[in-house]
């Protein structure tokens, strides 16, 4: 599975920004997709995962009610909703592919990573 990410950009707080993750390849499906984060001088972290029908998702705390992840089967797209974004949220963005059951938190758990799309988010 290839991975592209986009949609990153500069937003004022507050404002939003949509993230896309097209994959290529026919077993999409198969996949639950993940959204990781890593600002400057820190760790990726987990953002939000999507299991593989859609049907479940989980967040990290840190973007609970803020960040919505959907996907598009049909289209082989997973999409990133942020909300009322705040300087923190300032990362380059990565989608991911994991081929197990549920929502994967863990980096270990996903096998395929897009090349990461910058956001920054000015105070």
């Known amino acids: 599975v290839q991975l592209q990410a986009s949609g990153g950009g500069l937003v004022q707080a507050g404002g939003s920004l949509r993230l896309s993750c097209a994959a290529s390849?026919?077993?999409?499906?198969?996949?639950?997709m993940g959204w990781f984060r890593q600002a400057p001088g820190k760790e990726r972290e987990f953002v939000a995962a999507i299991s593989w029908s859609g049907g479940s998702t989980y967040y990290a705390d840190s973007v609970k009610g803020r960040f919505t992840i959907s996907r598009d089967n049909a289209k082989n797209t997973v999409f990133l909703q942020m909300n009322s974004l705040k300087p923190e949220d300032t990362a380059v963005y990565y989608c991911a592919a994991a081929a197990v059951p549920g929502n994967p938190t863990y980096l270990y758990e996903y096998a395929y990573w897009g090349q990461g799309t910058l956001v920054t988010v000015s105070s």
């Open positions: 390849g026919r077993t999409f499906s198969s996949y639950a």
